[in-house]
């Protein structure tokens, strides 16, 4: 192993342009499939973090609405008999709007407005600050720290003489891509009447649901729609699985990630191949210098591995410097589960495309170093 | 010239892997590039569908919509009003509402398009029968998206769940946020709309956005700020702005252009430093040959003849082996996947990888002007 090892070095160190130029393009694919599918899951997130990451065990909409929250409109005199169904502990109001906001008098940005009691079973936790408890408090996500949205700030609703103070901040909680801000519900309904002076009552989107330990989700989900016909009930993640677009984006970045990943382990398997191909005139020295076929078939699946390697570090840095200079939008980060899954099918496309080429080491002949080149 | 692409014949007819070989690992990423420019234009047009099928200069939006179709609300009248505007030509309303569509027991989600027929808010590709006119009760058409679900003209749709309409004709494809369309004439667009939204007040006299055509040889940057003086003179604010300005407004369209694009640029970037890679191995690879013709009178010229049609036959056959494969996995990529290719985005994806691959040829081209005659005198390595 020791020869097989300094000689994989010793041609590395011979050529460094070159293997700086394939650990480069090996690098560069191997970003590219990474950043595929951190940014697919980030975009999810934020198109669907709200239902997604809920905690509440069920999510109750009106029937008619088809699962679509944007459609849903419950009737407040139905929450008390989605509360008397067996194996439910606890139910609230949710709301959700959109809203034109300036955050500290920045620029005018349209946001999702839920109103969502701090005690509510579908309240976002809050990992920075308070829960908004007070009618002019709210929680924004700390994906939208980049627009200022942080404790402190000021978000004035422009279409009203409204305005809002951030004291809390939660985490992957984003709805429909925008900035999301979440208040009491009470002070939610207050705003969605100020909105719609023509309309008669504000009525929630849906109702949130806990059970109790002991409830079946999909019976007390049954019980709820015989109780309320016009209702219907679903865990919160099953309803984010299903909002418009969700499957046309999660499709799109599993399909870009699968063809870069075949990229990739072509483009890897084409130079490793090339290189093998390239050397069998030195291979050919070698063997007549009394190298085996195994020693050398080796030492280039080692020079396979190490250039792998520097090319998932290449990924790396670059995946670094994408993360600090992207757009707050396009969140990249490192994700090395994925880093290290991308590199290993990189290496094995490579190390059998090396082995390919190098079935010639069996029928090299020694004496070729003799004769003169072609 | 001629002898360049004698050489290069002569190689491809001795040799065909030598040429083959570097064209499959291109046509991958050619595959890859095609495929998602394909993406990120299937995204951003089934997103903004319903405003690239009508032809119209400008779109005026109530100031408080901030741009956005869904949230527009525009009273009817003032549409009237922005007919009289000097160098207005016609306008239409469109308004567009989420909704259901039930055929046959099937149920799926779709954006119900009230809209004024033989206006600028006409949709402009029929593709089979024909669009419903203002006034006429329960009938629709619809978009090609929903054409392949099976729904044909002639059949009988429920909308909302609760109003069945028969379809009359079939658009081309007019998706919005993600979703099939279905065009009705306004009566039955505000009927469902207020049945669905009763807080929102949808009603006839209430309409989404206002559709503009200019007079020929007005420029529709001029005429805009005339509507808005028109309007406020009736205490009605509106933004109105152009059509392509609008479709680059719909929501999530500016991410998914930014997202996607960064990354199709990142995938050309690749596919440079691949063909530079590419070039560069095979200049080493032919550095004996390359040094025994020049040894017997081939000028530097002539050899980057060569490598130059070697490129562009790498070039060309990648192209070809890239169009087939993004083609043939569009063809057989589920429905729910956005992939479907256009021959022009193709051919825009093709050109950028003719720039590309150019780039990365430039770099073994300097590589090939450094070889000396005399290296094919003495041991290559």
Known sequence: MGTARNLALSQLRRAPWRTVSVAGVLGALISLVVVFGVVGDAQIRSLSGALAANDADLWVLASGAQGALSASRVEPALLASVAAVEGVARVAPIGEVRVGVRIDGGALVDASLWGIDPGSPAAPPVIEGMPASDRHQAVVDAADRYLGAVPGARLELVDLPMTLHVVGMTEGRRFASIPTITIPYLRWAEIVDALNPDSDEVVPTAFAVELEPWADPDQVAAAISVAAPTLVAATPASLAAELPGIDGLRSSFSTAALVSLVAVAAVSAAFTRLQVEQELRVLATLRAIGATPRVLARAHQVRVALLVLLGSLVAAVLIGLAELFSPPRIPITLDIRTLATVTFATWAAAALAARRGLRALRTIDPADVLRAPS | MRLALRLVWLELRRSPSRLLRPAVTLAVLAALAMVLASLVDTLDRRSTGVLRAVEADL?????????????????????????????????????????????????????????????????????????????????????????????????????????????????????????????????????????????????????????VEVQVGRDPAEVAPDIVAE???????????????????????????????????????????????????????????????????????????????????????????????????????????????RPAMLALVAALLAVAVGVGGAVALRRLRNIDPAEALGEPW
């Open chain 2, 231 to 341: 309007l406020a003179e009736e205490d009605l604010d509106v933004e109105v702005i152009t059509l392509r300005e609008a479709v680059a407004a719909v929501p999530g369209v500016s991410a998914i252009r930014a997202t996607f694009g960064g990354l199709v640029a990142l995938a050309i970037g690749v596919v440079v430093l691949v063909s530079a890679g590419l070039a560069l191995l095979q200049v080493d690879q032919d550095r004996a040959r390359s040094a025994e013709l020049r040894a017997i009178g081939a000028g530097p010229a002539v050899l980057a003849g060569t490598r130059v049609l070697r490129l562009g036959v790498t070039w060309a056959l990648a192209c070809a082996a890239g169009v087939a494969l993004a083609t043939g996995l569009a063809a057989t990529v589920p429905a729910a996947v956005p992939l479907a290719v």
């Open chain 2, 59 to 211: 779109v005026v939006f109530n100031d408080k919509a901030r741009q956005q179709v869904l949230r527009s609300r525009i009273p009817r009248p003032a549409t009237i009003g922005v007919g009289f505007v000097d160098g207005v030509h016609e306008v239409g309303v469109l308004s567009v509402v989420p909704t259901t569509v039930t055929h046959q027991g099937d149920l799926q989600r779709a954006f119900l398009v009230g809209f004024n027929a033989r206006t600028p808010a006409e949709p402009v590709r029929v593709l089979q029968g024909r669009v419903p006119t203002d006034g006429e009760p329960n009938i629709a058409a619809i978009d090609a998206a929903l054409h392949r679900t099976g729904i044909e003209v002639g059949d009988r749709i429920t909308l909302g769940g609760s109003l069945e309409v028969e379809v009359v004709g079939v658009i081309a494809e007019a998706m919005f946020l993600q979703q099939p369309t279905v065009w009705v004439p306004p009566e039955v667009w505000a009927r469902t709309g207020a049945r669905a939204f009763p807080e929102r007040g949808y009603a006839e006299a209430i309409v989404g956005i206002a559709l």
